[in-house]
């Protein structure tokens, strides 16, 4: 499985290994279309499969030392969060996304719910997280989630 998104934060899908698939350049992203006999869901990772707040909140806390909660999240706006400029949000919002992550387990019973989705419904990941990060988010995927992703 490969994730793939848009570095202007547009969601790209990226189905693998059922249906005919075509590769589509556009732009420096890469696109694909498909055709599947079932309907398809289209199912986000951060905050849907991956608690990215909270992760974020203990990884960034024990970096600058600091007092965040969840509950100061009010919008994903981080910078608006952390008090800090954007540029900078950007920057630990990276660092967070480039640790590893394998050891992270996902949302409460996002496994068994999504194998049930599975039986009747082709599911694809999508996201906004930077190309870069696609590895990252591969090997977590797998390692959490593995052969549950059309």
């Known amino acids: 499985m490969r994730v793939i998104s848009t570095d202007q934060g547009e969601i790209s899908q990226t189905p693998c290994g059922l249906g005919q698939i075509s590769r589509q350049a556009r732009d420096d992203s890469e696109w ?29 806390n024990a970096r600058f030392n600091g007092s965040l909660s969840e509950d100061d999240f009010f919008n994903y706006r981080f910078w608006e969060v952390l008090g800090i400029p954007l540029d900078e949000a950007v ?23 999504l194998k049930a989705l599975s039986k009747d419904y082709d599911l694809v990941v999508i996201t906004a997280r930077h190309p870069r990060f696609a590895d990252v988010t591969d090997n977590w995927l797998n390692t959490h989630l593995e052969g549950i992703f059309s």
Do not use: C, G, W
Request: charged share 25%; no cysteine.
């Open 91 to 113: 920057e630990r919002v990276y660092d967070f996304n480039a640790a590893e992550h394998s050891h992270i387990e996902p949302l409460y019973n996002v496994k068994d719910s």
């Open 32 to 60: 694909y279309t498909f055709s599947m006999s079932k309907q398809v869901i289209a199912v986000d990772i951060d905050d849907v499969l991956f608690p990215f707040v909270p992760e974020f909140v203990q990884f960034d």
